[in-house]
């Protein structure tokens, strides 16, 4: 059968000869039967009477000899305007006619407007065509990037401070390495890792460096790719993203963001089975079931947000382990940094521990662009190498905000911004366990910031007394308490602070069960532990306590934060002077690091001990 059709597809090509050779003949044999003559001899031999007969156009005049000239016997000629034809030929003057050629006008005119319109066209559809895929031919195919080793170009030795997450992934990478050896005890890998942790802790890195350390190819898509405009698009991507991988195991199929694609289902006002995420959503757990673990082919997700995913996508079998990457300790902060300081050229002052006991809670990103800022800000100044205080004023850029020098305040708002710090700092260094003081200061920086007291912890802490809280809301309430006590008055400046005690008095009454009215009972939980599949968000908080029980939360609080406040207006009367001193140096100096407050305020630290004590019972009686 495919030889006939090859038969007849050549004998098309000697017929398209055969009539290409006839029409060759014609146009040949009717050039050499046709002479081509000018238009004075054509009327001079119109004259002799040797034209029989003329066929005449708007350009052209064709005709026949009587008798063939020169063995022609058809001719054609230009027309030529007859008047000056004959002018022209009075003076012996050969005249030929020349038609102006506006093919080349005449086949632009046609072909400009269809190829305008047509790229026009094109190009709307492929910009259409962008979001969905690649074009409407591929509008189901997966956006995954593909990284092979080389690409990725990230190990272990590039994670810092994630010790435990990664020893999880390290077996991972050897069951990438040697599937079929590594489940000779009868166990297998599982299908799917889920790493869990706040943002910028290092979640994508991690991922990269399995697939670095295990040379496989890597893809890599955001849970956001898979949905479009067009229902079952995101099936079809998912389908489609497996397929891939399956081609090309061992492999790493990394989503980001997982919970844009899984989130529980149920959720919002159109949900049921149309809804184009809860198509997607089934076709990735199908997907899951559908695959062997055994031919090596890891699924590795990352999410901030585990609370709200589907609990179908968590069960044993599909995303089987979960891995948390939190935010570094003290340690891992040092080793995250270290990472980061060797692309920089720093100065002998800086050292990695000393960074760090200054960011507590910073997460990986957020060191790294500590570094980059403390660069940025050597470079700035035109440093040589980047010294320890680039980076002190790069924290204090990043947590208080960029300084703003020409906001000016009149000298009474001055003088309330400085006694208003001052008081902060000196509770802080007056009440045991509380945080170090490490700089005041009374130049505005960020949005509403008009002043600033920063304190560096000794060490991470995960644990609290209640005495702990306590003295942590009379830091916060210094600044009001030494305002009161100079002014006799209040003022706005103390409104962040206030919101802020207020949260821990309310933690300390209806979460941690620290009240002997209210007993051991949590009133209060994690809000985002309560979502259900039929909770669109968590919404207003709904009370589970009774009309009665909130008002007694309401009167405790306040209870709360009226004793410290009257306990830190107390200890900051009893050191009226060193208040004064403290301020008026602050004044003048407009910030104070560590060591100059030690030295203004040494008497008033070493005498908390027996201060502190006594107010804080005259507070609780």
Known sequence: MDLNRKTRFNLWYWVAAFFGLLLFQYFFTTAQQVAQIPYSEFETLMREGRIAEVAVSDNFIQGRFKEPLEGRSMFVTTRVEPGLARELQQHGVVVTGQIESTFLRDLLSWVVPVALFA??????????????????????????????????????????????????????????????G??????????????????????????????????????????????????????????DLFEQARARAPAIIFIDELDALGRARGIGPLAGGHDEKEQTLNQLLV?????????????????????????????AGRFDRQVLVDRPDKTGRIQILDVHLKKAKLASDVDAEKIAALTPGFTGAD??????????????????????????????????????????LNPREREIVAYHEMGHALIAMA????????????????????????????????????????????????GRAAEWIV?????????????????????????????????????????????????????????????????AVDEEVRKIVDETFDRTVSLLRERRD??????????????LDEHEMK??????????????PEAKRKGRK
């Not at 094109?122 to 990284?147: C, D, T």
């Not at 299908?191 to 890597?218: D, I, M, N, R, W």
């Not at 949260?503 to 009972?521: E, P, Q, S």
């Open 367 to 408: 060191l790294a662009n500590l570094v980059n800022e403390a660069t940025l800000l050597a470079t700035r100044r035109r440093a040589d190498a980047v010294a320890l205080d680039d980076f002190n004023n790069a924290i204090e850029r990043i947590v208080a905000g960029l300084e703003k020098r020409n906001r000016l």
């Open 431 to 478: 009440l045991p366990g509380v945080d170090t003081v490490h700089k005041v200061s009374i130049i505005p920086r960020g949005i509403g910031a008009l002043g600033y007291t920063i304190q560096r912890p000794t060490e991470d802490r995960f644990l609290m007394t209640r005495e702990e809280l306590e003295n942590k809301m009379s830091v916060l309430l210094g």
């Open 599 to 612: 030295a203004l305020a040494g008497s008033f630290a070493a005498g908390h001990d027996e201060v502190a």
């Open 578 to 591: 060193v208040l004064e001193r403290s301020a008026r140096r602050l004044l003048e100096k407009e910030t």
């Open 119 to 180: 790229g026009v066209w094109i190009y709307l559809l492929r910009r259409a065509g962008g979001g969905m895929g690649g074009g409407l031919m591929q509008i189901g195919k997966s956006k995954a990037r593909i990284y092979v080793e080389s690409n990725t170009g990230v190990t272990f030795d590039d994670v810092a401070g994630v010790d435990e997450a990664k020893d999880e992934l390290k077996e991972i990478v050897e069951f990438l390495k040697d599937p079929s």
């Open 487 to 551: 002014y006799g008055h209040l003022s706005t400046g103390a409104a962040d602070d206030l919101a802020k005690v207020t949260d821990i008095a309310r933690a300390i009454v209806t979460r941690y069960g620290m009240t002997d009215r209210l007993g051991h009972v949590a009133l209060d939980r994690d809000r985002r532990s309560l979502l259900t599949p039929n909770q669109l968000s968590p919404g207003p908080e709904e009370r589970q306590y009774s009309e009665t029980t909130a008002a």
């Open 182 to 239: 590594y489940g000779r005890l009868g166990g297998r890998m599982p299908k799917g890792v889920l790493l869990v942790g706040p943002p910028g802790t290092g979640k994508t890195l991690l991922s990269k460096a399995v697939a670095g350390e295990a040379s496989v190819p890597f893809f890599s898509i955001s849970g956001s790719e898979f949905v479009e405009m067009f229902v079952g698009v995101g099936a079809a991507r998912v389908r």
């Open 287 to 315: 997907e899951l079931d559908g695959f062997d673990s055994s031919t090596g082919l890891v699924l590795l997700a990352a999410t901030n947000r585990p609370e709200i995913l589907d609990p179908a996508l968590l069960r």
